[in-house]
């Protein structure tokens, strides 16, 4: 039996010295590979949010976006009211707010610090309706189209969003763009995370090659030898996505605090589809990079088992 002398001047014994430097290995590996799992999740979670919340960040912007109808002087207010329930019935239309020439010129002399109703001596603003649209039908085709049905009423003077059609056009051909970027962005993750954990597993198991071969040689089965270290990759995988929903769900806890308008936390399909991707991702690439890397080890031969 071999001994020696510790820091205390105790005797200890030599394979119980070696067997707790291995146990402390193994839990510092796979810290590590947990840690490695919840980075590239959270990364790959936070990608995902964005994928998913992608269409209504961009509608709420959209929504913005004002249509004003003007009435002419002589338009009765039973015939605006009439024309206001109306379009509010559409599903295009998401909300609607009217506005009296009198409200509009108190709203533009505070605008510009300056009463100039006192300096012309007459309003010239006129009572206006302010439209705001659902976000998916924000664009010139369908504007140009509602612009054109709401001009027939004899009451109605000018419909105007024209200040709004660059940016309803940059807006629409930079989504089309930053789509396109997401999903090449994606792929470069998924790349990422499975390389990521792929490395970390084979690290932590190479530490045990030699536990492996020992048990190979008294006549251990292949999947018997493997079917722990899948359990184990199991658990390090829903452990690694536990720790990144935790970290992104606090991300989005504070993101909800400060744009409420978003209603992140209040979509709870999104959550469980983004939650359940995390987990599943998780666990499916732990136990195919833990497979694999089992195979190679289990097909080491003696030779190899030092390199």
């Known amino acids: 039996m071999f001994i020696f002398f510790n820091f205390t001047g105790k005797i200890t014994d030599l394979n119980d010295f070696f067997d707790k430097y291995q146990k402390r290995r193994l839990i510092t590996a796979n810290i590590s590979v947990v840690i490695s799992i919840a980075i590239v ?6 990608l995902g949010f964005f994928i998913l919340n992608s269409k209504k960040i961009t509608n709420h912007f959209k929504e913005k976006i004002t249509i004003t109808v003007f009435f002419k002087e002589h338009a009765k207010l039973s015939a605006i009211k009439q024309f206001e329930k109306k379009i509010k019935l559409s599903p295009q239309v998401k909300k609607t707010r009217f506005v009296t020439k009198k409200e509009a010129a108190a709203q533009l002399s505070k605008d510009i610090g300056e009463d100039f109703i006192k300096f012309l001596d007459f309003n010239p603003l006129q009572d206006n309706l302010e439209v705001n649209l659902n976000g998916t039908y924000v664009n010139a085709k369908k504007m140009d189209s509602l612009k054109q049905a709401w001009q027939k009423n004899n009451f109605v003077s000018e419909v105007n969003y024209e200040y709004y059609k660059p940016l309803i056009k940059g807006l629409n051909q930079n989504i089309q763009k930053l789509s396109f970027w997401i999903m090449l962005i994606t792929g470069f993750f998924l790349f990422l995370v499975f390389l990521l954990i792929n490395s970390a597993i084979r690290l932590s198991l190479y530490n045990q090659r030699f536990s492996i071969k020992t048990m190979q040689l008294v006549g251990a089965t292949k999947s018997f030898i ?82």
């Open 41 to 46: 999740l959270f990364l790959l979670g936070s």
């Open 226 to 307: 493997r079917k722990p270290f899948l359990i184990k990759a199991f658990w390090l995988g829903f452990a690694g996505a536990f720790l990144a929903s935790f970290f992104l769900l606090s991300i989005l806890y504070y993101i909800d605090r400060y744009f409420p308008e978003f209603q992140f936390l209040t979509d709870y399909k999104l959550l469980v589809i983004l939650f359940s991707g995390i987990f599943v991702t998780g666990i499916i690439i732990t136990l195919i990079s833990t497979y694999f890397a089992s195979l190679r080890l289990l097909n080491l031969n003696s030779d190899q088992m030092h390199f």
